[in-house]
């Protein structure tokens, strides 16, 4: 019976939302095209996305989020709608694939390698291997795209890798500003292909957290909203299969 419910519901919402790239590999050829489009541009944050070229003349884009050093208060949450900025995080089958803290309470339990976001009080960062210690908050994932603002070769050549999917790159880039990158509907790219635009970015340290599905996205400033779902809202809520159990979220600072 879960079976069918799921069918049904992906039935439903690839019908309703345009959605067949959600469960159908993509047979197209990408390109990225050095051509950026500024969204929006605060003192809190920017938005500005890349352009994606598809064989199918399908255009889509990486959106990049930029949130402006010490203008955010960060954590780790399962409860993403209480935030100004939100981004599903860790990967997941029936539970996070990798440590999660919040609050300073172990909720996972930690894996070997791998990469950290960690935040305490007003601080954030992104780790290699290990994390600080004294931290409030923290998600791990397995995949490390961007190391010392290169490439990780290690991972690039791996089938699994190479495939095209929807993406999110988290990271950190040379003025100390959270970037999130991450693709909109016709935007499925390889982990490479969104490595190099965190890279074009100035990210030093990017970390991939799950894709796919599981893309979920949203930030308000007040002024500006900008948000993507690969599966909306009321189709995750049938199912809790369908909802991403950990976030990296914050509220801007007043």
């Not at 929006?40 to 938005?47: D, F, P, Q, T």
Request: aromatic residues 12%.
């Amino acid at each position: 019976m879960k079976g069918f419910f799921l069918a049904f519901i992906g039935f439903t919402v690839i019908n309703s939302y345009n959605l067949i790239r959600v469960t159908v590999p993509n047979s197209n050829k990408q390109s990225l095209v050095n051509k950026t489009n500024l969204n929006y541009s605060s003192s809190n944050c920017e938005v500005k996305s890349w352009v994606v070229k598809n064989s199918d003349y399908t255009n889509g884009k990486i959106f990049v989020v930029r949130i402006k050093k010490n203008k955010m208060s960060f954590v780790v949450t399962k409860k993403p709608s209480d935030y100004d900025f939100y981004i599903n995080a860790n990967f997941f089958a029936d539970r996070p694939i990798g440590e999660v803290m919040i609050d300073k309470k172990v909720i996972n339990k930690r894996k070997s390698g791998g990469g950290y976001f960690v935040s305490s009080q007003d601080n954030f960062d992104f780790t290699i291997n290990s994390r600080p210690r004294n931290v409030s908050y923290s998600s791990q994932t397995h995949l490390v795209g961007i190391k010392n603002g290169k490439l990780n070769s290690g991972i690039m050549y791996q089938r699994w890798s190479k495939a095209s999917a929807y993406r999110i790159l988290l990271g950190k880039d040379k003025q100390g500003n959270f970037v999130a990158l991450h693709s909109d509907r016709y935007a499925q790219v390889s982990i490479q292909q969104i490595c190099e635009i965190g890279i074009k970015e100035g990210l030093v340290t990017g970390l991939v957290f799950d894709g796919g599905t599981s893309v979920d996205v949203e930030i308000n400033d007040g002024l500006f909203s900008h948000g993507f779902s690969v599966v909306p809202s009321f189709a995750r809520s049938f199912n809790k299969d369908l909802q991403p159990p950990v976030y990296i979220a914050g509220n801007f600072r007043d």
